[in-house]
């Protein structure tokens, strides 16, 4: 008899359904095992060890994140852009939005880097935003960083419901007040 293998895509496929579905305290080999309807044995024979597939589903949802979600444009304003699609996210993939940026089992700390790294390689490609310094960067994505997930949870949660017009002023508005902050710096 012929033995079934399972690909490296396959549980990756499973872990994603898992913490998409359950969050990350759901993450365990025997609850991915058992979505797939295999034994553990073939986790461990595609990774090293738990923490080698948490990273890898963790990796593989950025490159996604970065390629497919956070790029679509909406108001030509870069910044603005970003911060749509990440509440965007949020609202249409709750569970998956909390895993990665709000459950302490999840990637939080790996997230926020990821996205200010984004962010940081978006605003230095920008005209609008190319004069700004390392620091004046990371201010920017500081003061939009809480805006947007403060808008986010609220929204992924169903307890506040603006339309993209209104997220696009209170993104314009924390991008003016910490843009004005620089002009105060300087004089």
């Known amino acids: 008899m ?8 396959q549980i990756l496929k499973a872990a994603y359904d898992v913490i998409s579905t359950e969050g990350f305290s759901k993450f365990t080999a025997r609850n991915i095992a058992k979505k797939m309807g295999i034994s553990t044995q073939p986790i461990y024979l595609e990774f090293k060890n738990m923490q080698d597939l948490k990273n890898t589903l963790v990796e593989t949802i950025m490159r996604d994140l970065q390629e497919n979600v956070f790029p679509k444009p909406h108001t030509g304003n870069e910044i603005i852009d970003l911060g749509i699609n990440y509440i965007n996210f949020a609202r249409e993939n709750h569970n998956l939005y ?36 390392e620091e004046q960067i990371a201010l920017l994505h500081e003061t939009t960083w809480i805006t947007v997930s403060g808008i986010a949870s609220l929204m992924s949660s169903g307890i506040i419901n603006p339309t993209e017009e209104e997220v696009i002023k209170l993104i314009e508005q924390a991008i003016d007040s910490t843009l004005k902050a620089k002009e105060v710096e300087r004089i």
């Open 2 to 9: 012929r033995r079934k293998v399972y690909t490296k895509d």
């Open 98 to 133: 909390v895993s990665l940026y709000v459950d302490e089992y999840g990637g939080g700390q790996l997230m926020h880097q990821f996205s200010y790294d984004y962010f940081k390689d978006l605003v230095k490609k920008s005209t609008i935003y190319a004069d700004l310094t």
